[in-house]
Nanobody, 116 residues
Framework: QVQLVESGGGLVQPGGSLRLSCAASGIPFSRLSMQWYRQAPGKQRELVATVTSGGITNYLNSVKGRFTISRDNAESTVYLQMNSLKPEDTAVYYC??????????WGQGTQVTVSS
């Protein structure tokens, strides 16, 4: 059974930091690219960051230099370190494999709210 469980969100002031985690099970984690997406109210879900199985990373332009995606294959977990947070980063954040995986469904996500 494929399962991805996101955690680590919360309320933070502008300029603050958060570290999101996504624990995966039921997938060949170490062989897959992993991605973080986000969806703000009234907006489409957008791709924020990708880390390949080999550790190559790619980012949405608006988060470059502020966010860092990483992975721990031993723990089947992908992380998103978010620094210098801005109000426009407010969204529900989700993770998913970067390729088709049978049985995948979006998780519940984790809410990130950046506000003073």
């Amino acid at each position: 059974q494929v399962q991805l469980v996101e955690s680590g969100g919360g309320l933070v002031q502008p300029g603050g930091s958060l570290r999101l985690s996504c624990a995966a099970s039921g997938i060949p984690f170490s062989r897959l690219s992993m991605q973080w997406y986000r969806q703000a109210p009234g907006k489409q879900r957008e791709l924020v960051a990708t880390v390949t199985s080999g550790g190559i990373t790619n980012y949405l332009n608006s988060v470059k230099g502020r966010f860092t995606i990483s992975r721990d294959n031993a723990e089947s977990t992908v992380y998103l370190q978010m620094n210098s947070l801005k109000p426009e980063d407010t969204a529900v954040y989700y993770c998913r494999p970067g390729a088709f995986v049978a049985g995948f469904n979006w998780g519940q996500g984790t809410q990130v709210t950046v506000s003073s």
